[in-house]
T-cell receptor, first 112, second 113 residues
Framework: GNSVTQMEGPVTLSEEAFLTINCTYT??????LFWYVQYPGEGLQLLLK?????DKGSNKGFEATYRKETTSFHLEKGSVQVSDSAVYFC???????????FGSGTRLQVQP | GAGVSQSPRYKVAKRGQDVALRCDPI?????LFWYQQALGQGPEFLTY????????KSGLPSDRFFAERPEGSVSTLKIQRTQQEDSAVYLC???????????FGPGTRLLVL
């Protein structure tokens, strides 16, 4: 089955700092890759996705590139805001299995 | 438009009680998923429906857990004889099809005392 390794949090940054949250995965075949975000008190929301190698998903200033050779899908943002404070989950999904496999999540705290 | 809704949002149960958690998916979504999220962890898959058919229940942790979706819309997750280790947030997600993006509800936080 799939497995996901995310960098441990919390990650604490000052506003306007550069963000990287690492994610590596193991999966059979070529999964689709997702980043979900969970803001305080809210449900999981899709942040971005990529469905094939070298695809770049992007949304709200966040980006992640599907790297098949390194089985990675690192999340980046050039300038974080206080409102980005949340827990971020990396999740691969195989074509043959419909369920998402989530990492343990990385908590991001952005200080003004 | 309306998203996925879940009820109740919070449930406190005494050990040994039965509980029922409800999920209303986005209208027209064929696929419905249940996940369990323990404190400080990522969600873990429990079960999957396509319309009214339960196609995958490999994630259900024991036979005390039962899910149904009799008319292919609303789903209920039932936990019998609750145990303390069942305390978690139970998330429901729906999608247009099995391979499409999953949209999550706010979850039901279950606390078993």
């Amino acid at each position: 089955g799939n497995s996901v390794t995310q960098m441990e949090g919390p990650v604490t940054l000052s506003e306007e700092a550069f963000l990287t949250i690492n994610c590596t995965y193991t999966a059979t075949g070529y999964p689709s890759l997702f980043w979900y975000v969970q803001y305080p008190g809210e449900g999981l929301q899709l942040l971005l996705k990529a469905t094939k190698a070298d695809d770049k998903g992007s949304n709200k200033g966040f980006e992640a590139t599907y790297r098949k050779e390194t089985t990675s899908f690192h999340l980046e943002k050039g300038s974080v805001q206080v409102s980005d404070s949340a827990v971020y989950f990396c999740a691969p999904k195989n074509m043959g299995r419909r369920a998402l496999t989530f990492g343990s999540g990385t908590r991001l705290q952005v200080q003004p | 438009g309306a998203g996925v809704s879940q009820s109740p949002r919070y449930k406190v149960a005494k050990r040994g009680q039965d509980v029922a958690l409800r999920c209303d998916p986005i209208s027209g979504h064929v696929s419905l998923f249940w996940y369990q999220q323990a404190l400080g962890q990522g969600p873990e898959f429990l079960t999957y429906f396509q319309n009214e058919a339960q196609l995958d229940k490999s994630g259900l942790p024991s036979d005390r857990f039962f899910a149904e979706r009799p008319e292919g819309s609303v789903s209920t997750l039932k936990i019998q004889r609750t145990q303390q280790e069942d305390s978690a947030v139970y998330l429901c997600a729906s999608s247009l099809g099995g391979q499409e993006t999953q949209y999550f509800g706010p979850g039901t936080r279950l606390l078993v005392l």
